[in-house]
């Protein structure tokens, strides 16, 4: 693991999340005139389009957490994913640093995606996601809804 990342473990409800935080980090103090969004990583395109509509809030003061939940699926132990974990941290990073946008960049590796969510957002957080325009519900959608039932405040943009 590279030394300007941080890992921790988190438990809750018999389950357990692996935490990777990337390079930025989210300051401690409570800044006045700072909003904090959170931007689930989903897929590159549609990453991408949430974190441009929160670049074009500029005299917001957006500051972006972008976040990507992994599932590891049971048989595996959570802290070995399927997924090769400095692909995956560079991924986000380079996806983020493209935008240009003060903030973090978070990993995590769970069992269960939506729950992991629920878990990690602070109380009445600011989601921002993009999903494609479906006939159908699709994940992004029922993310987006779970997400207002549990009392954040979730930006759906169609695109």
Known sequence: M???QEASELNFDAQQITYYQGDH????ETRTGVLWAVIPYTTPELTEAALRHAGACTDLNVHVSLVDIQVVPFPRPIDEPTINKEFSQRRLHDLFAKSGLPGRTDVLYTRDWLEAFRHVLEP????????????????????????????????????
């Open 25 to 28: 980090q989210r300051r401690t």
């Open 124 to 159: 009445q957080s600011l989601v921002i996601l993009a999903a494609k325009k479906r006939w159908w519900r699709t994940r992004e959608e029922k993310l987006a809804r779970a997400l207002l039932k549990a009392g954040h405040q979730v930006m759906l943009l169609h695109i």
């Open 2 to 4: 590279n030394s300007n």
